[in-house]
């Protein structure tokens, strides 16, 4: 989806060193979301942001911040890297309560 | 707790066979379910979403769902499977009072030529 662009698309990092994943979209989405997909657990949400400066935490939000300085940016970083955050994470939006979620390519992190 | 949950995780299919993948949650409130396509390689997609109305809802690609309340089921099907429609299949249902979803643990189908 052109709206939704996630950068890096893959990234190889040092466990111990800090990794910023950023979320940029054109659609003026109120809602954002980061979620991780590992295999035999489907996806599974991190953090997500309701608004500006407005965020909170998913389920497995442990190791890894985000913020929201602007509607169309959603940064997540994961603050020291481990190896079990391996993954692939994936941005979402959603306009409104009654829509599904877009969602972007995906950024393929590894932690060695 | 609300849950979403897909039984199966594994499906293999040749191509013009039915498909039938199932989808059942638990909670209660506003039902508001949604299937998702995740091509190989590729990001997720919505296929189709039921929000009130017709119980029975129509997607993309020749897919539907049909909405079930006393059996608080979901399920996707499709008449005729193709080789193309090869994927892993993710229901979803927002979490009653956040503003999350969750999402079953998918179902990988393949088809055969």
């Known amino acids: 989806d052109a709206g939704i662009t996630q950068s890096p698309r893959h990234k190889v990092t040092e466990t111990g060193t800090p990794v910023t994943l950023r979320c940029h979209q054109t659609?003026?989405?109120?809602?954002m979301y980061w979620y991780r997909q590992d295999p035999g657990h489907g996806l599974r949400l991190i953090h997500y942001?309701?608004?500006?400066?407005?965020?909170d935490k998913g389920e497995v939000s442990d190791g890894y911040s985000v913020s929201r300085s602007k509607t169309e940016d959603f940064l997540l970083t994961l603050e020291s890297a481990t190896s079990s955050q391996t993954s692939v994470y994936f941005c979402?939006?959603?306009?409104?309560?009654?829509?599904?979620?877009?969602f972007g390519s995906g950024t393929r992190l590894t932690v060695v | 707790a609300q849950s979403v949950s897909q039984h199966n995780h594994h499906v293999i299919l040749s191509e013009a066979a039915s498909l039938e993948l199932g989808c059942n949650y638990s909670y209660g409130g506003t039902v508001n379910l949604f299937w998702y396509v995740q091509y190989p390689g590729q990001h997720l997609q919505l296929l189709l979403k039921?929000?009130?109305?017709?119980?029975l809802v129509k997607g993309i690609k020749g897919f539907e769902a049909e909405f079930i309340k006393s059996k608080f089921s979901f399920n996707l099907r499709k008449p005729s499977v193709q080789w193309s429609d090869t994927a892993e299949y993710f229901c979803?249902?927002?979490?009653?009072?956040?503003?999350?979803?969750?999402f079953g643990t998918g179902t990988r189908l393949k088809v055969l030529a």
């Open positions: 979803a249902a927002p979490w009653s009072g956040t503003y999350k979803y969750i």
């Open positions: 659609e003026n989405h109120r809602y």
């Open positions: 942001s309701y608004g500006v400066k407005d965020t």
């Open positions: 979402a939006t959603r306009e409104g309560r009654n829509y599904g979620y877009t």
């Open positions: 039921y929000f009130s109305g017709d119980p």
